[in-house]
């Protein structure tokens, strides 16, 4: 469980460093690959929860990346959509 909470807080720290351009240190990598050690050792039965859950994670670091190109480019940016539209069905 902790790894989970580890990748809300990697995700959240790579969010405010791309999107808004500021932060000290880009965040390292991704937890993901620490998840699917631990479901793939101890807890088989969750894999495809596991690898659902890095496909959704990926879906939102892409968005990600897509609004800090906005950012950079000086495009307006939708605030009002907080997910992507993929996310959102």
């Known amino acids: 469980m902790a790894a989970v909470y580890e990748h809300r807080h990697w995700i959240d720290a790579m969010r405010f460093f791309i999107i808004s ?3 000290s240190v880009a965040p390292t990598l991704s ?5 699917l ?8 039965e969750f894999q495809t929860l596991a690898l ?10 892409g968005w990600m990346w897509k609004i ?3 950012r950079v480019r000086n495009e307006k940016i939708c605030h009002e959509k907080i997910c992507p539209d993929t996310m959102m069905s």
Do not use: D, L, R
Not at 37 to 44: C, D, K, M, R, T
Not at 52 to 61: D, M
């Open 37 to 44: 050690a631990i479901v793939n050792i101890y807890f088989p």
């Open 68 to 70: 800090g190109q906005k």
């Open 21 to 23: 351009g500021e932060g």
């Open 31 to 35: 937890p993901i690959a620490k998840i």
């Open 52 to 61: 659902e859950f890095e496909v959704a994670s990926s879906v939102y670091q």
